[in-house]
């Protein structure tokens, strides 16, 4: 017993060394996020993978019905994508994407690289492995991260008020079985359904601002209990009850 005690202190003391050399040794390390860490301040005229992943972060901050193109170059739309996630968060908002923003987008993503606010599987009712749809694995599920992105920024728009999905990604199968479209964008994991509160009008009218355009509310047939949100090739927005 007292031999157990002993070595249970012992290993205690180990473990408390250990942290106190890996204080010293990791002393000025950059900071490092669990999902992704940005090494060097961005702003207009710079490229790259790392500008890419501020812009899937930022994909809930275009303008007014517009859609920021995820392609790795920080031009003008980017610049202002970045400057409206400032300004909602309360940050100089100088367009200039350097340790503050970083540190901001660190707070809302969680290890898995999802926001904060969702999951992966609240974007995917119909299976595990995201397989079966009209594009690949992996692309369904980064179409899916896209938009938990443009759900986070409306969900902090609508006053941090909790948004509650109903469908996301589906396999062709699993759509045939909901009754969704042929061409439903839901197969891409691109769309989601939105239920529950906010109300189906302010979800939908507030949707315009962050990078939908896709919008399905109500007044559309087959969406008086649901607000569909998805991205597609050209706007096509209708809620005609809530004046869309
Ligand atoms: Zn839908």
């Not at 249970?8 to 950059?30: D, H, N, Q, R």
Request: net charge positive; charged share 15%; with cysteine.
């Amino acid at each position: 017993m007292l031999r157990r005690a002993l070595r249970v202190l012992l290993t205690f003391v180990m473990i408390a060394s250990a942290a106190v050399v890996g204080t010293v040794a990791t002393a000025g390390t950059a900071y490092a996020d669990g999902c992704y860490t940005w090494n060097r301040t961005l702003s207009q005229g710079s490229t790259g993978e790392d500008v890419r992943q501020l812009q899937i972060r930022v994909s809930g901050y275009p303008a007014y019905g517009a859609v920021l193109a995820l392609d790795g170059v920080y031009g003008p739309a980017t610049a202002a994508a970045v400057t409206r996630f400032q300004q909602a968060y309360g940050l100089s908002a100088d367009g200039i994407a350097g340790q503050q923003t970083f540190g901001k987008i660190y707070d809302l993503q969680d290890n898995d690289c999802t926001p904060v606010h969702f999951t992966w599987g609240e974007l995917n009712r119909c299976n595990s492995d995201w397989s079966g749809g009209q594009v690949s694995a992996a692309q369904a599920r980064a179409n899916a991260l896209v938009n938990m992105w443009k759900l986070e920024a409306l969900r902090h728009a609508l006053g941090d008020r909790a948004i509650v999905t109903s469908s996301g990604f589906r396999s062709v199968s699993c759509n045939n079985a909901a009754g969704g479209s042929p061409t439903s964008r839901h197969m891409y994991g691109d769309a989601i359904d939105l239920v529950g509160t906010p109300s189906f009008c302010q979800l939908a009218q507030r949707a315009r601002y962050h990078g939908f355009n896709e919008i399905l509310g109500p007044g559309y047939p087959g969406h008086n209990d649901h607000v569909h949100l998805g991205n597609r090739s050209s706007r096509y927005w209708s809620a005609p009850n809530c004046g869309i």
